[in-house]
DNA sequence: GATTTATAGTGAAAAAAATCACAAAAAAAC
DNA sequence: GTTTTTTTGTGATTTTTTTCACTATAAATC
């Protein structure tokens, strides 16, 4: 079994999930395959690793794969997830409205700077770090999405685990470290925008197809 | 040569750069490695396909790789990035300090909603939607981000090819497809968060390592 | 109901990427 | 100034990932 196959079995459920509001009841492997950005033995290969089996000639139903998805990916109930770092991305985050609609929740926000702090119906409440550890234990909450400055990084990082944190995505510009016990998502918006930059300085818009990669360690 | 490798001498360079402002001069394979996440044979091996060299038994000089590092990334100029949709994100975009110091500036917002206009020294502007083809092409930019629902995504993406723009990175959580005329990095947040969640969910902690795969087209 | 056709499924092959293993060389130690 | 140590540089090898080439099968057509 292929370690970016799980990606791209997620990306298969995103596009699925939409195909499905969009109205769509069956699909065929290059279809997904078109709307995912891979190719459709690609697709085949995967759902056979898998063991998720369609229909010949009659390619697959999209609610049953959907739901055949999910049942692999784990995605039964809601994942509630707090942010540390009330800022820029932290509040972006936080307004959000396309997490829930994946069966994730931000439950709340953790900064240390006082006057981030608000408590209102209807938003996302911003406590002091200090609650931290409190609220994810009580709720037992397992993942937590850091945005506080890259000085602030790993001191946010320890009071997470601490706070029995197990997964993380990271916005700091800094790779953070995980381990058997937690896993960290490093994403890296600058790297994002140069790595773009960089295709087009270098008139290298021919070598298309996938390219970034992330890191989980 | 190999096209991820490209991703990680990005990753070099910010390293680099971060470990350059903490003081440090001289690096070893290892060290680099160790702040990428990678293995240290990987950047040699890395470093030699792009003809970089360092001193047996003395590492590498952290000012000159990193010139020479800019040099093959082809970061001499500083590179001006417009941002289609003034909402969360672009806010956040908008606001942010750090593209500054990696060569990279915002320069302009544009938006449909006109309560988002705004035109403030030091601040960016945010714009009418109409004012894009005239502003990139003035200012012959390149690079372009999109910000905006996902409904509106596609259209936006047209505008933008209209203007003359050659490199997107896209958050709407939708594969825009690209050409050879233009290389799109589709950036989906939600996918970030899921693929952590995944990771908790199915106890895979062990799995580490690189993971994540995002797509240009 | 036979034939054609489109599509899934998958072992085999190819391609791509990472790692290994070790030579070369510079610095350090003696 | 010789030996040891440390680290780079890279061809060879291994591992991983993708693609190919083909079979099986269900639907559509005749
Ligand atoms: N805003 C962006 O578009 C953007 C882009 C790329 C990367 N990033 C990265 O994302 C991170 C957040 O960026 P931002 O623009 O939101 O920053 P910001 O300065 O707007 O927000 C940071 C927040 O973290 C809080 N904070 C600082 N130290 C803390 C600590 N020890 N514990 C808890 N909270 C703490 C601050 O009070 C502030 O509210 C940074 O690491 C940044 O480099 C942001
Ligand atoms: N905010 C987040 O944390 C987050 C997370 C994941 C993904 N995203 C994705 O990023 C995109 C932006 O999210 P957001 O939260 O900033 O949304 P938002 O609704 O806050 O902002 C969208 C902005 O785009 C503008 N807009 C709409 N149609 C437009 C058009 N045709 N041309 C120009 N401007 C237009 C709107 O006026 C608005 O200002 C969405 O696709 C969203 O799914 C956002």
Redesign the pocket.
């Known amino acids: 079994m292929?370690?970016?196959?799980i990606i791209?079995l997620l990306r298969y459920k995103n596009a699925l999930h939409r195909l499905n509001t969009l109205g769509f009841v069956k699909?065929?492997?290059?279809n997904l395959a078109d709307a995912v950005g891979?190719?459709?033995?690609?697709v085949?290969?995967d759902?056979?690793l898998f063991g998720?089996?369609?229909?010949?000639?009659?390619?697959?139903q999209i609610d049953a794969l959907i739901e055949k998805l999910n049942g692999l990916m784990g995605k039964d109930e809601l994942q509630e997830v707090v942010i540390v770092g009330g800022g820029n991305i932290g509040t972006a985050l936080m307004k959000y409205k396309g997490f829930e609609k994946e069966g994730i929740k931000i439950v709340a926000c953790f900064d240390i700077d006082p006057s981030k702090y608000q408590k209102k119906e209807k938003e996302v409440s911003v406590m002091a770090l200090e609650e931290l550890k409190d609220f994810v234990k009580a709720r037992k909450i397992k993942i937590g999405i850091i945005a506080v400055p890259e000085i602030a990084a790993q001191q946010v990082l320890d009071h997470m685990l601490a706070a029995g944190i197990k997964g993380i995505v990271n916005f700091a510009p800094i790779r953070l470290r995980g381990s058997a016990d937690c896993v960290i998502n490093n994403v890296n918006l600058v790297l994002e925008l140069e790595t773009v930059i960089y295709f087009i300085v270098n008139g290298l818009n021919k070598m298309i197809?996938?390219i970034h990669?992330d890191q989980k360690s």
Not at 27 to 30: E, G, T
Not at 38 to 42: D, E, M, Y
């Open positions: 292929n370690k970016k196959c791209r699909i065929f492997s290059d891979v190719t459709a033995t690609q085949r290969k759902f056979s998720i089996s369609g229909n010949k000639r009659g390619g697959y197809g996938e990669e």
